[in-house]
Nanobody, 126 residues
């Protein structure tokens, strides 16, 4: 049974930091790439970051590059998203997701991910 559970969201001031966690079960991170996506009110869900299963290569949307860092912990089978220098524009529900096909790389295409967590709210406001 594949499950993804996000945690770590909350309210933070502009310039602050949060670390999101995505606890995975039912598969190993060595087999499936994991992406972080976010959806702000009234907007489409968009890709934020991704970590590739095969070699741990990381990818970032231009809007978060240099501020966010994705990583994985094999022992805990968990993917993290460290978010620094947060901006109000980062306010959204953040989701982690598993690629549909085993051994494939990172793409910010929604239909290529078939398992999603419940999401965690991130609010950046003074």
């Amino acid at each position: 049974q594949v499950q993804l559970v996000e945690s770590g969201g909350g309210l933070v001031q502009p310039g602050g930091s949060l670390r999101l966690s995505c606890a995975a079960s039912g598969f190993t991170l060595d087999d499936y790439s994991i992406g972080w996506f976010r959806q702000a009110p009234g907007k489409e869900r968009e890709g934020v970051s991704c970590i590739r299963s095969s070699d741990g290569s990381t990818y970032y949307a231009d809007s978060v590059k240099g501020r966010f860092t994705i990583s994985r912990d094999y022992a805990k089978n968990t993917v993290y998203l460290q978010m620094n220098s947060l901006k109000p524009e980062d306010t959204a529900v953040y989701y982690c997701a598993k690629r549909r096909l085993r051994g494939r790389g990172c793409l910010f295409v929604l239909y290529e991910y078939n398992n999603w967590g419940q999401g965690t709210q991130v609010t950046v406001s003074s």
